[in-house]
């Protein structure tokens, strides 16, 4: 007698601050050679949630400029401000608070502050004065850190509403560095975990969501390949894949053979 087919797992869809999302990829929108390609690579990629670096990129307080809201306007994506360039508490939470001006009051934002411009890992001691400060003045805060579960706890108790391990430096494209970090602060959190920083392609990807992590942020991953547009469209798969495969269950490892088509009761 046949066994009736397992119930698929219907996966929840990303919370962050007490809102859905169907996709679990962030997408930044620096790097690319002009908006257009800023554009068509984030529509490729499916993301709802676009950083942008305040210090960085005109959102309007430069009229003469070009606008990067003509390429990821407001009605179509959650425009997550942050930090990017900050080496400083007081620099991170001055930024938030111009990004909140000119934004009309949005308060989601993505913290990040660096320790030094060649690893441009963070500097935590600034990173937990910075995020202290932002919480008690109604900043709804994911913040980037290091890959030490004290600290994403210590993030998490303080009113961030996501915290942002990386895999490996910004930039660098190495993939997920420490895996057993990134499980520990994944089987530990109460708050979404996304991986940012270190991506470098879809199988970087992949592995995270595999481990369990809620997203992935990323930028240079997509803005740097030969083919932007192309690789935001390999994310998406790779994000979606990762997630259907961490909720199907992995077989466990063994150090020996298991036989795909077992002996037991064949007839010789």
């Given at each position: 007698?046949s066994q009736a087919p397992q119930t698929p797992?219907?996966?929840?869809?990303?919370?962050?601050?007490?809102?859905?999302?169907?996709?679990?990829?962030?997408?930044?929108?620096?790097?690319?050679?002009?908006?257009?390609?800023?554009?068509?690579?984030?529509?490729?990629?499916?993301?709802?949630?676009?950083?942008?670096?305040?210090?960085?990129?005109?959102?309007?307080?430069?009229?003469?400029?070009?606008?990067?809201l003509d390429a990821i306007p407001l009605d179509?994506?959650?425009?997550?401000?942050?930090?990017?360039?900050?080496?400083?508490?007081?620099?991170?939470?001055?930024?938030?608070?111009?990004?909140?001006?000119?934004?009309?009051?949005?308060?989601?934002?993505?913290?990040?502050?660096?320790?030094?411009?060649?690893?441009?890992?963070?500097?935590?001691?600034?990173?937990?004065?910075?995020?202290?400060?932002?919480?008690?003045?109604?900043?709804?805060?994911?913040?980037?850190?290091?890959?030490d579960p004290i600290i994403a706890r210590r993030?998490?108790?303080?009113?961030?509403?996501?915290?942002?391990?990386?895999?490996?430096?910004?930039?660098?494209?190495?993939?997920?560095?420490?895996?057993?970090?990134?499980?520990?602060?994944?089987?530990?959190?109460?708050?979404?975990?996304?991986?940012?920083?270190?991506?470098?392609?879809?199988?970087?990807?992949?592995?995270?969501?595999?481990?369990?992590?809620?997203?992935?942020?990323?930028?240079?991953?997509?803005?740097?390949?030969?083919?932007?547009?192309?690789?935001?469209?390999?994310?998406?798969?790779?994000?979606?894949?990762?997630?259907?495969?961490?909720?199907?269950?992995?077989?466990?490892?063994?150090?020996?053979?298991?036989?795909?088509?077992?002996?037991?009761?064949?007839?010789?």
């Amino acid at each position: 007698m046949s066994q009736a087919p397992q119930t698929p797992t219907i996966d929840k869809p990303l919370v962050i601050a007490g809102v859905e999302y169907q996709s679990r990829l962030l997408v930044g929108s620096g790097k690319y050679k002009d908006l257009e390609e800023t554009r068509l690579a984030t529509e490729a990629s499916g993301a709802e949630i676009v950083t942008v670096a305040i210090r960085r990129s005109n959102i309007g307080q430069n009229p003469d400029e070009p606008n990067l809201l003509d390429a990821i306007p407001l009605d179509k994506y959650t425009l997550l401000p942050n930090t990017a360039g900050c080496y400083s508490a007081e620099d991170a939470i001055r930024t938030c608070r111009l990004a909140r001006e000119l934004l009309d009051g949005h308060s989601l934002v993505k913290l990040e502050v660096l320790g030094d411009e060649k690893t441009l890992f963070p500097d935590i001691v600034q990173t937990l004065q910075a995020a202290e400060v932002l919480v008690k003045d109604g900043f709804q805060v994911m913040v980037y850190t290091n890959d030490d579960p004290i600290i994403a706890r210590r993030l998490e108790e303080m009113g961030c509403v996501a915290v942002m391990p990386l895999a490996a430096p910004i930039g660098s494209g190495l993939g997920i560095q420490n895996p057993n970090n990134i499980l520990t602060i994944v089987e530990n959190a109460r708050v979404p975990i996304l991986v940012d920083a270190g991506v470098g392609t879809a199988s970087d990807a992949a592995v995270a969501m595999e481990l369990g992590c809620d997203g992935v942020l990323m930028n240079t991953a997509i803005a740097g390949a030969r083919n932007p547009v192309l690789m935001a469209s390999a994310m998406k798969k790779a994000i979606e894949a990762g997630r259907e495969a961490f909720l199907a269950g992995r077989i466990p490892r063994k150090r020996f053979a298991s036989a795909s088509s077992p002996i037991e009761g064949t007839i010789f």
